[in-house]
């Protein structure tokens, strides 16, 4: 008789650990990326660590920033990082440094969801880097990671972007700065910021807002005030 107690008392007790073990798993798996997403930006700010941006002439190979980071906390080294590709954003402030790639259907979830895995997508029919108009940008910041490419939490941290931040950008290897102005939080059903247009050019950034879901987007807004 004892020994069928101990053994029921076990199976309730290995249960009652496995989905203890599971819940912690799953939070991990969801949220691990944006929690380290955080600590990276906290340790860099407390480390007084820049992120700099260097010249897409420069043959030193593609972007490394988190083994960079690791690298820069110990040395107090700045943290280079480098356009990947002839089409890019590079924002400093955030270590983000990413592909574009254009003319992105904003309607087409199979299309963009493709380009997405890929870098930042730029809408269909808006303008680009440099030229007049509503220069449209729109990228992940979610929490299921590992669904969605390595760019899954590329815009994770845009919320941290204030007035006066700079962000570069490159259209065919040519460098446009913008400097952010404007963030705001919308409705998710709100498509004014993507109907908008300008008569300069304006640089406008979107994720979802919180991470992961559809409720609301973060839009951030910035002026180009320079061409290299």
Known sequence: ?????????????FIY?????????????????????????DLVKVTDTKYVLQSPNTNTGQNQPNSNLFKALITGQEVSLKPPSPNAIVIEK???????IKDVSVTDE???????????AHARGKAFFGERGNVYLFAHS???????????????????????????????????DY????KKIVPGFDTSPYKADYPTSILTLQTCDPPGTQLNRLIIRARMVSSK
């Open 17 to 41: 650990y496995f989905l203890i073990v599971l819940g912690i798993t799953l939070l991990l798996l969801a949220f691990g990326n944006t929690i380290l997403n955080e600590l990276k930006y």
């Open 179 to 182: 400097v952010v102005y404007d």
């Open 94 to 100: 955030i270590g983000v440094a990413a592909p574009v």
């Open 110 to 120: 199979k299309e963009y969801f493709e380009a997405l895995k890929k870098g930042v």
């Open 142 to 176: 979610s929490i299921e990671f590992w669904k969605m490419g390595p760019y899954a939490t590329v815009f994770n941290q845009i919320r941290k972007l204030e007035k006066g931040d700079i962000i570069h950008t490159f259209n065919n290897g040519k460098r446009y």
């Open 1 to 13: 008789m004892s020994s069928i107690i101990t053994t029921k008392l076990f199976r309730q007790f």
